[in-house]
């Protein structure tokens, strides 16, 4: 029975664990991070909409007034737009979502209605 190959591209197990071990810690993630299409389609099943009517930003939106919210971790911002009628003024709705792990962070009011 012969040796089994390495599919690490030329370099042993043993380098490569030590490379990942002595790598800078905030440059190692546990899992991936979570795309802007995964952010969409979380949004949509928290919102019953489809991602064609959510916008998907990486910094909050300037219409969007959440009040005091600052998150600590990079994130994706979803903007629901309300129905406004010439007789309703509703705030459209923020889903702010981790790229880390895609928790919904804030679900609420975007503070743009009058």
């Known amino acids: ?4 190959k ?14 990942a071990m002595n790598a800078p810690a905030d440059s190692i993630l546990p899992f991936p991070p979570i795309t802007k299409q995964r952010a969409l389609r979380i ?3 928290a919102t019953g ?10 910094k909050k939106p300037a219409a969007c007034k959440v009040p005091e919210f600052i998150p ?8 629901v737009p309300a129905e406004r009628t010439p007789y309703t003024q509703r ?3 923020l ?6 792990n895609g928790n919904i962070l804030y ?4 503070g743009d209605g009058a």
């Not at 029975?1 to 089994?4: I, K, Q, S």
């Not at 390495?6 to 490379?19: E, I, Q, V």
């Open 6 to 19: 390495s599919h690490t591209h030329g370099r042993d197990d043993g380098d490569t664990l030590n490379a």
């Open 91 to 93: 705030d459209s709705r």
């Open 107 to 110: 679900d609420g009011p975007a």
């Open 95 to 100: 889903l702010i979502i981790s790229r880390e």
């Open 72 to 79: 600590r971790t990079l994130c994706w911002y979803v903007y």
């Open 43 to 45: 949004a949509a099943h």
């Open 49 to 58: 909409l489809g991602s064609q009517q959510l916008g998907c930003f990486s």
């Open 1 to 4: 029975m012969g040796a089994r």
